[in-house]
Every structure is written in structure tokens, then in C-alpha cells.
Nanobody, 116 residues
């Protein structure tokens, strides 16, 4: 059974940092592309970043230079390092397994709130 469990969210002041983690199980983690997707209050889903099985990364323009996606295949864990956080980064953050261009499995999400 595929499981994705996010952690690391919380309340942080503008300009602060958080590191999200996503523990994966039930599949060969190293073989799959992975992604972070967020949903702000009252808004739709927004893709944030992806990392391929090869390690190459992509980001939505609004987080470039502030967020870093990474993976530890030995630990079956996906990360999102978030620096210089802004109030507009407030959202529920999900990790997702990517297969054939679709997000076929999601975690339960971890809440990030950026507020003074």
C-alpha cells in the first residue's frame, strides 16, 4: 500500500524558514518523480515543485530562489526547504507521487501558516 506522510508544517513569521518532509512507503521511491502541491485557503491546488527520479528539479516562479526540493532515496523521504517565507505561502502542502504525468497518490497534507 502506497503511503505518503507529510510533516514539518507550522506557524512561522514572515521571513522565516520551515523544512517539510514526506515519508514514502509501499513503492520503489527512487524510481518515481515526486512533487509538492499546495492549496491556499479558498483557492485551488497549485503545483509548487517537482523532482525527477534523476534528481532534476523544477519550481513555480513564485518560489524560485526561496524553496528547495530534495530527496533522500536511502530514507525514502522527500523534502521541501522553504526560506524567506511570505504570507502568501500560507497553505496546506501535499506531497504527491507522479506517474505518467499524473499525481496518483497524495499525502494528507501539512499546514504552513506564515503570519506575524
Amino acid at each position: 500500500e502506497v503511503q505518503l506522510v507529510e510533516s514539518g508544517g507550522g506557524l512561522v513569521q514572515p521571513g522565516g524558514s520551515l523544512r517539510l518532509s514526506c515519508a514514502a512507503s509501499g513503492f520503489t521511491f527512487s524510481s518515481f518523480d515526486m512533487a509538492w502541491v499546495r492549496q491556499a485557503p479558498g483557492k485551488g491546488l497549485e503545483w509548487v515543485s517537482s523532482i525527477k527520479s534523476s534528481g532534476s528539479t523544477t519550481y513555480v516562479d513564485s518560489v524560485k530562489g526561496r524553496f528547495t526540493i530534495s530527496r533522500d532515496n536511502a530514507k525514502n523521504t522527500l523534502y521541501l526547504q522553504m526560506n524567506s517565507l511570505k504570507p502568501e505561502d500560507t497553505a496546506l502542502y501535499y506531497c504527491a507521487k507522479v506517474e505518467y504525468g499524473s499525481y496518483n497518490y497524495w499525502g494528507q497534507g501539512t499546514q504552513v501558516t506564515v503570519s506575524s
